[in-house]
């Protein structure tokens, strides 16, 4: 099922949310780039620069800024009908610098009950 994610009205980029936890209200995906992405990036950058994957050390100043940001964005999630999806965070895990353009994932805890109970039946 295709989730859009919007910055107010503009669209950051699509994801299938193809793996699901609906025990932690979690559902991850590939995530593809809709044209609004690159007024975002920046801030999902900073997550990639604060936990490195090659091993280094995590940067917690760089951490606490990256969700200060992050949240201050109020992105929203959409499901393919365009129905508004309660969140408590939206991630993008964007490792494009260091990994490739392939390398981007959205990763969003899901506190809507009704999501929950279409999607796995609970």
Same mark, same amino acid.
Do not use: C
């Given at each position: 099922? *295709?989730? %859009? @994610? *919007?910055? #107010?009205?503009?669209?950051? =980029? ?10 932690? &209200?979690?559902?991850? &995906?590939? $995530? *593809?780039? =809709?044209? &609004?992405?690159?007024?975002? #990036?920046?801030? $999902?950058?900073?997550?990639? #620069? ?7 050390? *995590? ?22 009908? =365009?129905?508004?999806?309660? %969140?408590?965070?939206?991630? @993008?895990?964007?490792? %494009?610098?260091?990994? &490739? ?19 796995? =039946?609970?």
């Amino acid at each position: 099922m *295709r989730h %859009t @994610i *919007r910055l #107010q009205s503009v669209v950051v =980029g699509y994801s299938d949310l193809e793996n699901v936890e609906p025990d932690l &209200g979690r559902a991850w &995906g590939a $995530f *593809r780039p =809709g044209l &609004g992405y690159e007024l975002v #990036q920046p801030v $999902f950058r900073l997550f990639a #620069q604060a936990v490195p994957r090659d091993g280094s050390p *995590r940067d917690n100043e760089l951490l606490d800024r990256y969700h200060a940001a992050r949240d201050a964005l109020q992105l929203r999630l959409e499901d393919s009908k =365009g129905r508004m999806i309660d %969140t408590s965070a939206i991630h @993008i895990a964007d490792y %494009t610098v260091e990994e &490739g353009s392939a390398a981007l994932e959205a990763d969003i805890l899901i506190s809507d009950d009704k999501y929950w109970e279409e999607r796995v =039946g609970r």
